[in-house]
């Protein structure tokens, strides 16, 4: 994608659902997590990055601050999704930034 997305529901019933398999999502991997971790073998924090890493770069959970309920924005220079707010507060930032 190379531009500004707005992935957004408007149903309250479609969103229900939305947040409900992102919900069924997010406790699939924390229990293969939990699994990893309580595995006694040298890799278990590399098992465990290899669950989170595209957990945080999928539609589920916005990277900054973890929200799973809300409407997502891409971000095309990040390639990222984040929530509304947060997609909002980088905005802000990035254009109130001085430049040397």
Request: net charge positive.
């Amino acid at each position: 994608m190379n531009k500004k997305r707005l992935i957004q529901i408007k149903t309250s019933k479609l969103r229900k659902i939305r947040n409900n398999y992102r919900g069924v999502i997010i406790a699939a991997c924390s229990w293969q997590q939990t699994k990893a971790m309580e595995s006694d073998s040298v890799d278990s924090n590399d098992d465990w990055w290899s669950i989170e890493r595209p957990l945080r770069a999928s539609i589920c959970v916005c990277p900054s601050c973890f929200n799973s309920k809300s409407d997502m924005v891409y971000n095309p220079v990040l390639e990222k999704l984040f929530c509304s707010k947060c997609y909002e507060l980088n905005k802000k930032f990035k254009t109130s930034r001085l430049y040397p």
